[in-house]
């Protein structure tokens, strides 16, 4: 049985930092990519980045160079570093694992978190 738990959500100002992270139980862990998506309110999910290694890494062009994402096998933990914070960038951020495939589409992942909330005021 699977558990993705997510933390480190919150309320930010425009242009401050947060760092999400994901605590991964019932795989193994390195076996997994890992991939983070947030959804806004009257939005479709949407894609944000995934990782394999440290070296197989994917974004999303809009959040290319403000995002971050990064693993931890050894703590079964993938995080997003989020810099330079948009007021559009407010959503609820769910981190997701897929085997066997690189994909912004989130019907690979079969397995997801909760969600954790950020919100980037104005």
């Known amino acids: 049985q699977v558990q993705l738990v997510e933390s480190g959500g919150g309320l930010v100002q425009a242009g401050g930092s947060l760092r999400l992270s994901c605590t991964a139980s019932g795989l193994t862990f390195s076996s997994y990519t890992m991939g983070w998506f947030r959804q806004a309110p009257g939005k479709e999910r949407e894609f944000v980045a995934a990782i394999i290694r440290s070296d197989s890494l994917l974004y999303a062009d809009s959040m290319k160079g403000r995002f971050t994402i990064s693993r931890d096998n050894a703590k079964n933990t993938v995080y997003l570093q989020m810099n330079s914070l948009k007021p559009e960038d407010t959503a609820v951020y769910y981190c997701?694992?897929?085997?066997?495939?690189?994909?912004?589409?989130?019907?690979?992942?079969?397995?997801w978190g909760q969600g954790t909330q950020v919100t980037v005021s104005s």
């Open positions: 997701a694992a897929a085997l066997g495939v690189m994909a912004r589409d989130p019907a690979p992942y079969a397995n």
